[in-house]
């Protein structure tokens, strides 16, 4: 499978060193890779235009900006490794949940390991899992946003998105000589679920098409 084909990450938390789907504070950490050939992100800015009689128009632009993100590709109607079980799929009462993990879900998934640097320079590695197209439905209708619960959407290399300036925004240091710290292209944005569209066509009952769209903040890094 092409790198890029995976280059999309969704997920309900940070990257960092906190395990995939292990509970913190009531929130479980689930971070999944997705199967795109497509994604774009689209701003609407509205500045006003006054017209003027017998003169050219006044253009007032106060800033407001509304970016939002579109993604399409395909999933798979069942996970596609059936011995992938997480280190929290221990069912049983010794798990420390009544009746059994409810985290199951990350059973039969394929799973790949993202490593990329956080703001302080740290390489961090995470988990992420290729989800079937029950699982992304499922979380559709589960995830929102909050201010302390963020989703986010990460695409392709997000250490450095602009030259010398890491993802979270701050200065990397270095210069134009070391190539060390040059732009990469990726970024991470802050979003929120607005639609999402799984189409299955004939033929092809083992895997769908998706499309999602997001509302999110500007690019991680993005100051002003």
């Known amino acids: 499978m092409a790198e890029m084909e995976l280059a999309i990450l969704l997920r309900n938390c940070p990257h960092n060193a906190k395990e995939t789907g292990v509970e913190i504070d009531g929130n479980i950490y689930e971070r999944f890779a997705l199967?795109?050939?497509?994604?774009?992100?689209?701003?609407?800015?509205?500045?006003?235009?006054?017209?003027?009689?017998?003169?050219?128009?006044?253009?007032?632009d106060i800033g407001f900006y509304r970016p939002s993100i579109s993604i399409g590709g395909i999933i798979d109607t069942i996970g596609g490794k059936a011995s992938t079980v997480g280190p929290w799929n221990v069912q049983g009462s010794s798990a420390g949940y009544e009746g059994g993990d409810p985290h199951y879900h990350f059973r039969n998934m394929e799973d790949i390991t993202v490593t990329r640097k956080d703001d302080a320079g740290t390489s961090i590695t995470a988990t992420y899992y290729i989800p079937y197209k029950n699982i992304l439905e499922d979380v559709v209708y589960k995830w929102i946003t909050t201010a302390d619960d963020a989703l986010e959407l990460e695409i392709g290399n997000a250490e450095y998105p602009i030259y010398n300036t890491r993802v979270e925004g701050t200065s990397a240091g270095g210069n134009h000589t070391s190539n060390v710290f040059n732009e990469t292209g990726g970024g991470v944005y802050t979003i929120a679920v607005q639609q999402c569209r799984f189409q299955v066509d004939p033929a092809q009952e083992d895997r769908w098409q998706f499309q999602m769209q997001f509302v999110c903040e500007s690019r991680r890094d993005v100051s002003f």
């Open 35 to 60: 199967k795109c050939d497509s994604f774009s992100v689209q701003i609407a800015k509205t500045p006003i235009q006054v017209p003027i009689p017998q003169d050219t128009p006044e253009i007032i």
